[in-house]
C-alpha cells in the first residue's frame, strides 16, 4: 500500500497518476477535497481510500502491515499565509510526527521541501543536507520556516542516530508547473494565470522589478515542469538505499519573460507584455533569483533529463489548459 498525503493536491494528484501508470492500484489519498472541483484532480485514478486528514494516523495504525511507503505531499502551500500556528502544525508538526511514524512502524517516507527554505539566496541553492549548511539559511516567510525547520530536525535526529525510517528523501521542490494546479488560486503557476489573460486582452502581465539588478520580467526562476518532480519521485521510491535531502528543480533559471514567451509561442502568437506594479506587501520578501543545484541527486544516481522549459509550456498549454478537459 502506497499512501500520499495532499493526494487530492497539484503534485500529488501528477504523483498518483505516475504510480497508477505502473500497474501500482494500492493508492491511498490522505486529502480534503472541499466544496469547490479539487476532487477533479483524483477523478481519473483508482484507489484504495480517501481519508480526511484527521483521520490519518488512525488509518495509518489500522493498516500499518500493509504500508510500504508514505509520500508526504500535504502542507499549508501557500507562501502569503500569515497564520504561523497553522503552518506549524499542518507543516512542521505534522511531517515530524509521520517521520517518528514510520521510523516505529518501518515505512518509507519520501516528503516535500521547498526552495522556499533558501530564502532571498544570499547563501546559495546547495542542497547540502548538513546542520552546519542548514543553519544558514533564512527563509524569507512562515511556510519557508515551516519546511526548513523540518529540515533542520530531520537532519539532528539523523545525526544523533535514533530511529529513522528505513528510508527518508526530502524534496526541496522549485517552481513547479503543470495540470491540477485549477484549485490553487492565486499560488497557481504564472503559466495558468497569464493564459487566460492573453485569451481575453491579447497581452500577458507581469510584474515590475524592483531591484537595480533585474529588468521588468528578468526576475528569475527555476521553472519545472511537473512531470520531472513526479520522475524523480518515482526515482526515490525505485531506490530504496537512497536517503537525504535533495534539490528538485530544472536546474536552469530562467526569466520570467522567457515563461511568457514560451506561453505566446505555444499558442503561435507573438509576444505582448506589459508590467503591473507589484503589490507592496510582496516586494520586501520577493526572491529575484533561484536555480537547483542538481548535482546530488545527480551523484545519487538520477539520470533521466530534465524538461526544457519551453517544451513544458508547450505540453502543459496544447494538452490541458487548451483542452475542453484540463484534467491529468
Known amino acids: ?57 488512525a488509518f495509518l495504525d489500522a493498516h500499518a502491515a500493509e ?11 501557500s507562501t502569503t499565509e500569515t497564520d504561523a500556528d497553522l503552518i506549524n502544525q499542518s507543516n512542521f508538526a505534522l511531517t515530524l510526527k509521520l517521520f517518528d511514524w ?10 516535500a521541501s521547498s526552495a522556499a527554505t533558501y530564502g532571498d539566496g544570499a547563501a546559495g541553492f546547495d542542497d547540502d543536507g548538513g546542520l552546519d549548511a542548514l543553519a544558514k539559511l533564512e527563509p524569507l516567510n512562515a511556510y519557508g520556516w515551516s519546511k526548513h525547520a523540518t529540515d533542520r530536525r530531520i537532519a539532528r535526529l539523523v ?17 513547479v508547473y503543470g495540470p491540477n494546479e485549477y484549485h490553487k488560486g492565486g499560488q497557481k503557476s504564472v503559466v495558468a494565470h497569464i493564459l487566460p489573460q492573453i485569451e481575453a486582452t491579447g497581452r500577458a502581465r507581469l510584474f515590475k522589478s524592483y531591484h537595480p ?4 520580467g528578468g526576475q528569475l526562476r527555476d521553472f519545472v515542469w511537473v512531470g520531472d518532480i513526479v520522475e524523480i519521485m518515482l526515482w526515490a521510491y525505485d531506490h ?89
Open 1 to 57: 500500500m502506497i499512501v500520499v498525503t495532499g493526494g487530492a493536491g497539484f503534485i500529488g494528484s501528477n504523483l498518483l497518476r505516475g504510480l497508477e501508470a505502473r500497474g501500482l492500484h494500492d493508492l491511498v489519498v490522505i486529502d480534503r477535497l472541499g466544496t469547490d472541483e479539487k476532487w477533479r484532480n483524483i477523478a481519473k485514478r483508482e484507489l484504495a481510500a480517501v481519508v480526511p486528514p484527521e483521520e490519518c494516523f
Open 67 to 77: 504500508i510500504d511507503v508514505i509520500f508526504h505531499l500535504g502542507a499549508i502551500s
Open 102 to 111: 514510520c521510523a516505529w512502524r518501518g515505512a518509507r517516507l519520501i516528503y
Open 159 to 175: 545525526e544523533k542516530g535514533g530511529p529513522l525510517p528505513p528510508q527518508w528523501v526530502g524534496l526541496k521542490f522549485f517552481n
Open 213 to 216: 539588478d533585474y529588468a521588468d
Open 240 to 328: 530504496p538505499a537512497v536517503s537525504g535531502l535533495f534539490n528538485a528543480g530544472s536546474g536552469q533559471a530562467r526569466s520570467f519573460a522567457d515563461l511568457a514567451k514560451a506561453v505566446f509561442a505555444a499558442l503561435n502568437r507573438a509576444p505582448a507584455i506589459e508590467f503591473i506594479d507589484m503589490p507592496e506587501s510582496l516586494r520586501p520578501k520577493y526572491q529575484y533569483f533561484t536555480e537547483a543545484r542538481m548535482d546530488r541527486l545527480r551523484a545519487a544516481g538520477y539520470d533521466k533529463p530534465l524538461t526544457a522549459l519551453e517544451d513544458g509550456v508547450a505540453t502543459y498549454v496544447r494538452d490541458y489548459l487548451l483542452r475542453e478537459d484540463p484534467y491529468a
